[in-house]
């Protein structure tokens, strides 16, 4: 199943009244870069594993967070049919069902891509409260750090006092 978010015109219209809504050149610009291609790479036809994985990216996210159609991200893509861009969305989102290495470098690249996303929207996001409420905590160990490593090792009382902070720091903003 798809992500739904955005598909609400009135809620549309109304971030985009309050500047909330990002052009589809942003997104794009904010995938490839975090993928370490450009628009132009990612557009060709070229099956290369990491450009593949790049426009299905792309996809989601322009999928997420605009109200284009599935046709309308076809055309951002080379006239792409829109089954493509389903099926491409949906191997994308096959990654978070799977544990192995490619899958957490997708993941973590879905991280820093909504991290940058959510800045370029003015807006925090729960991981980015647990990020600064972890800094408070531990000062210098990132978020990434502490649930690889740390969060094993650590009472659970807390990590029960980060969590709360993170809900206080989102609740904030």
Known sequence: MLPTILRDKEVYKEMKRQNLVLEPKQII????????????????ELREKDIVETRYANYYFLYKYTYFGLKRIGKEFGDRDHSTIINGIQKHLDNFDRRDVKSMKIMRRNH????????????????????????????????????DNMVCSIESSVVKDIMKRAFEIFDAN
């Open 112 to 147: 820093a891509i909504e991290q940058k996303i959510s800045k370029m929207l003015q807006r925090i996001t729960h991981e980015e409260a647990t990020e600064k409420a972890i800094g408070e905590v531990y000062p210098g160990v990132t978020y990434d750090l502490f649930f």
């Open 29 to 44: 610009d904010v995938v490839c870069k975090t993928f370490g291609y450009t628009y132009d790479e990612v557009n060709i």
